[in-house]
């Protein structure tokens, strides 16, 4: 599901439906962190993707009136040779990853503790304090870059 | 279940966000081709986090086996940072070029 997902995110016209299908996509990985026991992630990845980030997608296009097909016909052959490189570099990875000894390593799967948000909290709030603290300052200086970049057009007008 | 499966999906989700890219000229599209290249390795950071807590039963400290999904954690805060700046940007490329196709910014060259 995931993978039909994302191939129909690349070949949509649209770029609405490819957000649409985008939504799917984070939905499946979702479901596969739940399939992990990593609850606190799947929960995340729900609010933070599918919520916040994909709204902010649609109402960009939608602001941009984009609903209409903008794109211009583009050359075939480049088309043709994105497609057959990304498919080389996904053989040749699957054909080095299935070679070693190590990918035969088995997964717990539904169990352990250590997804849940107690664990992580605890790690996160001793171990990782000052990258916590960084990256509510990182947010800071995104918002004001955002908001800069954003008013720059009236300042020149 | 063996970790070679959630090495394929995620490597073929990363190869369909590059395919994306090189196809694609939207520039939101490749944006969000870009989003789906990072979930694809969250999601092996978290499959090869598990791994490693099944391999690290016994072990004394159990803390070290969440690190992975901090990391993911922390991945995810700096994709939505990055998110709200990218997206800032293509509405003032927008603004200034009235187009979302990358092929404008060819003028760039000259």
């Given at each position: 599901m995931a993978l039909f997902g994302a191939i129909k995110v690349v070949t949509s016209k649209s770029p609405v439906y490819s957000i649409l299908y985008l939504i799917v996509v984070f939905f499946a990985i979702s479901g596969h962190y739940i399939l992990m026991n990593a609850q606190f992630l799947a929960i995340v990845n729900l609010i933070v993707y599918a919520g916040a980030i994909m709204v902010l997608f649609l109402f960009v296009v939608m602001m941009m009136n984009l609903n209409t097909d903008t794109e211009p016909k583009k050359n075939r052959i480049l088309q043709f040779a994105g497609?057959?490189?990304?498919g080389?570099?996904?053989?040749?990875?699957?054909?080095?990853?299935t070679k070693?000894?190590?990918?035969?390593?088995?997964?717990?799967?539904?169990?352990?503790d250590h997804g849940l948000i107690k664990k992580l909290g605890m790690v996160l709030f001793k171990d990782y304090v000052i990258a916590f603290e960084i990256s509510s300052v990182l947010f800071l200086s995104a918002m004001i870059g955002a908001v800069i970049l954003g008013t720059r057009e009236k300042q020149v007008k | 279940m063996e970790i070679k499966w959630y090495i394929g999906l995620a490597v073929a989700l990363f190869c369909t966000g590059i395919?994306?890219?090189l196809t694609r000229r939207n520039s939101i599209i490749i944006f969000m081709c870009i989003e789906l290249m990072l979930n694809a390795v969250n999601l092996l950071l978290v499959a090869f986090s598990k791994m490693h807590a099944a391999s690290a039963i016994g072990i004394a400290d159990p803390s070290i086996v969440?690190?992975?999904?901090i990391f993911v954690f922390f991945i995810m805060v700096v994709a939505a940072a990055e998110v709200s700046v990218g997206l800032a940007i293509i509405v003032m490329l927008y603004r200034n070029t009235r187009s979302v196709d990358v092929n404008f910014l060819n003028r760039l060259k000259n």
């Open positions: 497609l057959i490189s990304g080389c570099l996904f053989l040749i990875v699957v054909a080095a990853i070693t000894a190590d990918s035969n390593n088995l997964m717990l799967m539904a169990i352990g | 395919v994306g890219v969440s690190n992975a999904q």
